[in-house]
């Protein structure tokens, strides 16, 4: 034991400073383990957010590209119902003029004496409700066709929602696969699973 600045023969100084020595120098090492790990783990989180944040930018621009192939297909489809309403129009008029034509042929009937121009009258009305009526065809026809067009816009329409649902489930399984490497390790017990 020291009494002042007196040391028995008994002491070891030396042996002290050395175990300080070793102590710090595994400290150090220590502190070197967990810095390189933290630095591990904040490469790999980097990492992560950076693929994430791509896989958003990515997505995004898909679902403004599909916004835009629904809204040059509303204004097509908006078109052809104009289109439609034009023709509907016109067979309104075909009807109204079939209509005037029946009253024409009823008042040419009207008289017994005058059967034979009237017989002569209603042939040519007939010929001209033939007329209208084919023109009716034709605006039905057109209208089919313009009606099957948009069933098949409505398809394309419904196959392109299924695939951006399918794109949005398949990122997120994608975040979730990535995320698994920061649910395991040292650290697991510090990160939320989300679940």
Known sequence: MANGNIQTPD???VDAFKA?????LEFRNEMDYYNGMGTRIARRTSFIIKT???ILAISSIYLLYMIYQMSSNMTIM???LES???????????????ASLVDSMGNSISGISTIAGSMTEMDQYVSAMRGSVDGMN???TAI?????????????????????SHAVNSMSYDVNDMAKPMNSGPMSGFWPTGR
């Open 138 to 140: 034709t605006s039905m």
């Open 11 to 13: 002491e070891k100084p």
């Open 78 to 80: 908006t078109t052809h």
């Open 52 to 54: 994430v944040f791509a």
């Open 20 to 24: 300080i020595a070793d102590t710090m």
């Open 84 to 98: 439609m309403y034009g023709r509907f129009g016109t067979m309104a008029g075909d009807m109204r003029e079939i």
């Open 144 to 164: 089919d066709n313009y009606m099957i067009w948009i069933n098949g816009n409505m398809n394309e329409m419904t196959g392109r929602m299924a695939g951006m």
